[in-house]
Structures are given as C-alpha cells and as structure tokens.
C-alpha cells in the first residue's frame, strides 16, 4: 500500500523560503515520476513540479520555474520541494503525487506566505 506523507509546511513571509519533504512508501518505485501539486483556497488543484528519476529530467509549472527546485532522495525515497522567494499567492496545501497506473496522493502540508 503506497503512502506519502508531506511535512515542512508552515507560516513564512513574502520572500522567505521553505522546503517540503514527502516521505514515500510501500512500493514507491523510482522508475516512476513523482509530481507536487498544490490546492488553494476555493481554487482547484494545480501541478506544480514534476521529476523523473529514469529520465533525469525536472519539469515546472511557469510560476515555479526559477523559484521552485523539486528533488529526490532515491535511497531514502524522499520528495522534496524546494521553495524560495516565496509570494502571497504561493499559499496553499502542497501535496505530492505518485502516478503508477492509479493515482496516490499525501494528506497534504499547509505552506502560508503572509506579512
């Protein structure tokens, strides 16, 4: 049974930076790629980032591209998101994905950018 579990969320300010981890379980394979995806309030579900281990290759949404780094820790199976120059708008709940036939998502991690 595939599990995510997204941690590093928090209350930072306009600027700031925070980077999201997602600790990746039963039977989590790195031939797949892993996504973040983030949901803010009244708004539907966004991508934000892709990575793919087999291919080496990082893909971003134009809002992440040069501000947003993803990485991934293979031997420790861990997503991570780096996030820097935080804005507003960048507040939401960040959830990582993991796509192998079906769709496994996190409970999620709260990121507020607020002054």
């Known amino acids: 049974q595939v599990q995510l579990v997204e941690s590093g969320g928090g209350l930072v300010k306009p600027g700031g930076s925070l980077r999201l981890s997602c600790a990746a379980s039963g039977g989590v394979s790195n031939l797949f790629p892993m996504n973040w995806y983030r949901q803010a309030p009244g708004k539907q579900r966004e991508w934000v980032a892709r990575i793919s281990t087999l291919r080496g290759t990082t893909d971003y949404a134009e809002f992440a591209r040069g501000r947003f780094t993803i990485s991934r820790d293979t031997t420790k199976n861990i997503l991570y998101l780096q996030m820097n120059n935080l804005k507003i708008e960048d507040t939401a709940i960040y959830y990582c994905?993991?796509?192998?036939?079906?769709?496994?998502w996190g409970q999620g991690t709260q990121v507020t950018v607020s002054s």
């Open positions: 994905n993991y796509k192998r036939g079906d769709d496994y």
